[in-house]
C-alpha cells in the first residue's frame, strides 16, 4: 500500500514537473490574480482578456527562457534543460500563442482591451531588448525582476484602472499586487544565487550581495504585510478578502524562505512560490 502510494505521488510530481518546465504554474497564477478582480473593482473586463492574457504571459516566459537556453549552454535548471530538449516544439508553440494573441488583438474592438495589449506588448519588447540584446555590461544596470513584477502587476490592474473613477484604492492594490510579485522574484534570486554564479546566469541581487539583498527582502515582505492589513483595515467586503489574501501571500514567501533548505529538493521553492499566487482565485469561488 506504501508503496503504491510512493509510486503515485512521484507520478503526480513528475506531472507537475511538466507543467513547471512549461511555466504553466505562473500562467495559472496570473489567471487566478485576474479572476476576482472585476468583483473586488465592481468593473468588468473585456473577454477577450481572459484568454489573451494567459496565452500572452505563456508566450513571454516561454521566449524568456527559450533565450536564456540559446545565450548561456551552461544553464543547467530543469526548465531550461526540457526546452533545451525540445526546443523546436517551443519555438513552434511560441509563434502559434503570438498569433494567436495577434488575432485575438484583430478581432476584438475594446478600447480598453486594445490599450492594455499595446501597453504590455511595449513593456514586453522592451524587457527582451533589455535582457537579451543589449551589451552584456547593461544589464549590471537595470534590475531584471523588478522589470517583471511591474509587467507582472499592470497585466493583471490596467485594464480595471482604465474604468476606474476613484484611483486611491486601484492604486494600493496595484502597488501590493506589484511589491508581492518583485518579492517573489527577490527571493527566488536569493534563493538560486549560486547556482546562477555556476552557470554565468547575472541576477541584480548579485550585485548587491546575498545579505542586503536578504535584508531588502525582509522589509519588503513586512511592507506588503502591513500594507496589507491596513488595506483590510480601511476596505469592506471583496476589498477586504483580497487584501487579507495578498497578505496571507506575503506571510507565505516569508515561510518559504524561511524553510529553504528543506525545499531544495526538485526546486520545491519556486513551485511553492508559484502556488502561492494561486490563491486570489478562492475569492471567486467563494463569491
Known amino acids: 500500500m506504501f508503496e503504491k502510494t510512493h509510486a503515485n505521488v512521484n507520478k503526480l510530481l513528475q506531472y507537475y514537473q511538466i507543467i513547471s518546465n512549461l511555466s504553466l504554474d505562473v500562467v495559472l497564477g496570473v489567471y487566478c490574480g485576474l479572476l476576482p478582480l472585476p468583483l473586488c473593482f465592481g468593473v468588468p473586463i473585456p473577454l477577450a482578456w481572459y484568454v489573451a492574457l494567459p496565452a500572452g504571459t505563456w ?10 537556453m540559446r545565450q548561456n549552454a551552461a544553464l543547467n535548471q530543469p526548465r531550461h534543460v526540457f526546452i533545451k530538449q525540445y526546443q523546436t516544439e517551443i519555438a513552434v508553440l511560441i509563434l502559434l500563442l503570438v ?6 488583438l484583430v478581432s ?14 511595449s513593456c514586453s519588447l522592451l524587457y ?19 522589470v517583471v513584477a511591474c509587467i507582472y502587476a499592470t497585466a493583471l490592474y490596467l485594464p480595471i484602472g482604465l474604468q476606474q473613477n476613484q484611483w486611491l484604492p486601484w492604486v494600493a492594490y496595484f502597488a501590493l499586487q506589484l511589491l508581492l510579485a518583485y518579492v517573489n522574484l527577490l527571493m527566488v534570486s536569493i534563493i538560486e544565487m549560486p547556482a546562477d554564479y555556476r552557470s554565468k546566469q547575472f541576477s541584480w541581487v548579485q550585485l548587491i550581495g546575498a545579505k542586503r539583498a536578504t535584508r531588502f527582502f525582509h522589509v519588503l515582505t513586512i ?14 467586503f471583496a476589498l477586504q478578502q483580497l487584501a487579507l489574501v495578498y497578505g496571507v501571500m506575503a506571510l507565505l514567501h516569508w515561510i518559504v524562505f524561511r524553510y529553504q533548505h528543506a525545499l531544495q529538493a526538485n526546486e520545491s ?9 494561486w490563491l486570489p482565485a478562492i475569492i471567486w469561488l467563494l463569491a
Not at 504585510?225 to 469592506?236: D, F, H, I, K, Q
Open 128 to 146: 527582451f531588448v533589455l535582457s537579451h540584446l543589449l551589451v552584456r555590461s547593461f544589464q549590471y544596470y537595470y534590475n531584471k525582476e523588478l
Open 269 to 277: 521553492y519556486r513551485k511553492l512560490c508559484e502556488l502561492i499566487f
Open 108 to 121: 476584438f474592438l475594446h478600447l480598453t482591451f486594445w490599450i492594455t495589449a499595446m501597453v504590455l506588448a
Open 99 to 104: 498569433g494567436f494573441c495577434a488575432y485575438t
Open 59 to 68: 508566450a513571454i516566459y516561454l521566449a524568456d527562457h527559450w533565450l536564456d
Open 223 to 236: 511592507v506588503a504585510l502591513v500594507s496589507a492589513v491596513a488595506l483590510a483595515a480601511t476596505n469592506s
